[in-house]
């Protein structure tokens, strides 16, 4: 919920008008109780106006913030809308958690919340009642309208900055960065940690036992989920619990960031000893398991390790269609899905396996492994770019820094994703200046694979 929660543009601005409703409440009642023993000299710091002129003050205040309110909106909605349009609408989450946005709208909408809540307790002493002009309220109101004239100054500046595809990229980047980190908080893989055999491609729990993930049988009790949507997270605590108190091993097989159907299977669970399930216990698990799995209308960065990829993927794609034409964005995009490649694999990829007191797996949760994050980064960009040298030379320099990140012998992604690359710079009808150049890089890529980086001029 609160990461929900946190990519949403009215909680903040909510709380800054229920602050500025007790606020408006508050302070009168604090102006009548120190307005006969205000401190020597403090009144010519003070609003000194009678009721007439607080309520004028009161209400220029209130309909000046109400128009910078409305037109705040207006731009921060043309800004969700350009994102959108122009780059990726997987952007407008990036735009609507910002803080600072947030923040704003809070104070423009509680200034004029305090304003006219203060309003209401100014009199003029007319019919019989007693005058009251609320000083320290009046003045405060003041103090709040020019820090939001000073907000708006320094939030145009703020959005002018934040609508730059530079300075997007550069927030999704930072999401991506601490999402890996939150997924992989243990130390990176060794360089010389091999394939497959004797080391599983995963992080573990309890222990970190060492061993090939298990295989479902074919008689293993199918999982679903109750709500269909994005899977956004899995309850670690909540599948082992679940699985131990079943004696079961649980097997999910959809990573988050997947898209999920109520009654489709998700996974499959199966008893630890190879026997048969008691006759209450499918029920109860399936129950449980669904629990374990949260589901939301989009994707987020909570356990998404690939949604920062997918998210520079399709900035290159949307660069790179014919109504933009922007091979220089496509170029940033791949500079910054490269780096979160390069980090992804100093990690160890692939599967966790959860695993109770006895060093037992009884989880195995799906993770996107390295062909899969590489696909994700360079497939669409790939035939997209098809045409354009640029684009092309970016994915081969790609591949060349991954190549040179990746531990040995877990380069076949690389090797793969560099044959696909050679067939389609093939395919074009490049001059033949720009297909050395090409030949030449992915030479490079050779290179790296070899464990070589010559420091020479990069074509």
Not at 193 to 203: L, T
Not at 290 to 306: N, Y
Request: hydrophobic share 45%; aromatic share 6%.
């Amino acid at each position: 919920m609160s990461d929900t929660l946190r990519a949403q543009l009215w909680p903040l601005p909510t709380l800054g008008v229920g602050l500025a409703v007790v606020a408006g409440v508050g302070m009168p009642r604090v102006d009548k109780r120190i307005q006969y023993d205000m401190p020597a000299g403090l009144d010519d710091y003070l609003f000194g106006g009678n009721a007439d002129a607080a309520r004028s003050v009161l209400g220029a205040i209130a309909g000046s913030m109400i128009t910078v309110t409305a037109l705040t909106f207006s731009l921060t909605v043309l800004t969700l809308q350009l994102a959108s349009s122009q780059f990726s609408p997987r952007l407008l989450r990036t735009f609507a958690a910002d803080r600072y946005v947030q923040t704003t709208l809070a104070l423009f909408l509680a200034t004029f919340t305090y304003a006219l809540t203060v309003l209401r307790t100014v009199r003029t002493g007319e019919d019989g009642r007693t005058g009251f002009v609320p000083q320290v309220s009046v003045t405060v109101a003041f103090m709040l309208t020019l820090t939001s004239v000073l907000a708006l100054v320094l939030f145009l500046s703020h959005l002018a900055r934040e609508i730059r595809i530079e300075t997007m990229m550069s927030s999704v980047h930072t999401a991506a960065q601490r999402t890996i980190r939150r997924v992989f908080p243990a130390e990176p893989q060794e360089p010389d940690a091999p394939e497959g055999g004797g080391e599983p491609h995963g992080s573990h729990a309890a222990g970190d036992p060492r061993g090939l993930p298990p295989e479902p049988p074919a008689n293993a009790l199918l999982l679903t989920v109750g709500a269909s949507g994005f899977l956004t997270a899995v309850d670690e605590g909540t599948l082992l619990r679940a699985a131990v108190e079943s004696d079961a091993v649980v097997f999910i097989n959809r990573s988050p960031g997947s898209s999920l159907i109520t009654g489709t299977p998700v996974g499959a669970a199966w008893p630890r000893d190879g026997g048969s399930f008691a006759p209450d216990i499918p029920a109860r698990l399936t129950a449980d398991v669904a629990g374990a799995l949260t589901t939301g209308p989009e994707r987020t960065d909570r356990q998404d390790v690939a949604l920062g990829l997918r998210q520079f993927a399709d900035v290159a794609a949307k660069a790179l269609s014919p109504g933009v034409n922007d091979p220089t964005t496509a170029v940033h995009a791949l500079s910054h899905a490269s780096a979160l490649l390069c980090e992804l694999a100093r990690h160890d990829l692939g599967p966790r396996l959860l695993c109770d007191d006895d060093q037992q797996i009884r989880a195995v949760l799906r993770r996107p492994d390295l062909e899969d994050l590489l696909d994700l980064a360079v497939a669409q960009p790939m035939r997209y770019g098809a045409a354009e040298p640029a684009v092309l030379s970016r994915i081969a320099m790609l591949l060349r820094e991954l190549a040179w990140s990746v531990a040995p012998g877990r380069q076949t992604p690389v090797a793969a994703a560099l044959t696909r690359l050679r067939a389609t710079i093939d395919a074009q009808d490049f001059h033949p200046a720009e297909r050395l150049q090409l030949t030449e890089l992915t030479e490079l890529v050779d290179q790296a694979l070899a464990g070589q980086w010559p420091l020479g001029p990069t074509p």
